[in-house]
């Protein structure tokens, strides 16, 4: 079975700082896609990034950055820069094939990390 | 283009009573999913359906039932509510090989 770990339930930060949320997972598959969700405080999930087994490239889109680490079974995700709209609940997920393949990409989330960005 | 849209936004039910939250899409999706998520546990999968005239279950199926009634919708039925149903459901559907997309979701309360 698939887990996923996001062992921080909550974060404060104040403004313009960095912020850096961990993500690990568990899977005996070789292929599979890990994702990042954002939940603002009005509820909708917004999909972030999809990275898939094979590609361990690091990607930057903006103030975001996504670490991806076989090794570790990591997927972390850094906000640089942090700013009040970035406060929202971020989820991690697992997915072991995108592509329609038996698994149908039923996501496995994380528990969500609740992040709280000050002015 | 609506993405994917659920009714009712909010419920309130008593317990033993019985509803059904609608979900549906117009992106042409063939795989539908229902999710619950309760505080501190994420969203877990309920049922998902791969495709037109085929559901299966996942995480949490006990208590609910689902239906594809066409390739556009996918709905949830919970038959007799229990206070441990007390949740946000999100559907969402997704293209071959693509993230899914999620609905708004479902405030349910079962009192």
């Known amino acids: 079975a698939q887990k996923v770990t996001q062992a921080q339930t909550e974060i404060s930060v104040v403004e313009k700082e960095d912020v850096t949320l961990d993500c690990v997972y568990e899977?005996?598959?070789?292929?599979?896609?890990l994702f990042w969700y954002k939940q603002p405080p009005s509820g909708e999930l917004v999909f972030l990034i999809r990275?898939?087994?094979?590609?361990?490239q690091n990607e930057i889109s903006g103030r975001y950055s996504w670490n991806f680490q076989k090794s570790t079974s990591s997927f972390n995700f850094t906000i640089t820069a942090s700013q009040v709209v970035d406060s929202a609940v971020y989820f991690c997920?697992?997915?072991?094939?995108?592509?329609?393949?038996?698994?149908?990409?039923?996501?496995?989330f994380g528990q969500g990390t609740i992040l709280t960005v000050h002015p | 283009n609506a993405g994917v849209t659920q009714t009712p936004k909010f419920q309130v039910l008593k317990t033993g009573q019985s509803m059904t939250l609608q979900c549906a899409q117009d992106?042409?999706?063939?795989?539908m999913y229902w999710y619950r998520q309760d505080p501190g546990m994420g969203l877990r999968l309920i049922y998902y359906?791969?495709?037109?005239?085929?559901?299966d279950k996942g995480e949490v199926p006990n208590g609910y039932n689902v239906s594809r009634l066409n390739k556009r919708e996918f709905s949830l039925r919970l038959e007799s509510a229990a206070p441990s149903q007390t949740s946000v459901y999100f559907c969402?559907?997704?293209?071959?090989?693509?993230?899914?997309?999620f609905g708004p979701g479902t405030r349910l309360t079962v009192t």
């Open positions: 969402a559907s997704r293209p071959p090989g693509g993230e899914q997309y």
């Open positions: 899977t005996r598959d070789t292929t599979y896609y």
């Open positions: 990275r898939n087994s094979f590609d361990e």
């Open positions: 997920a697992l997915s072991l094939d995108n592509a329609g393949g038996t698994s149908y990409g039923k996501l496995t």
């Open positions: 992106m042409n999706h063939n795989s």
């Open positions: 359906s791969a495709s037109e005239g085929t559901t």
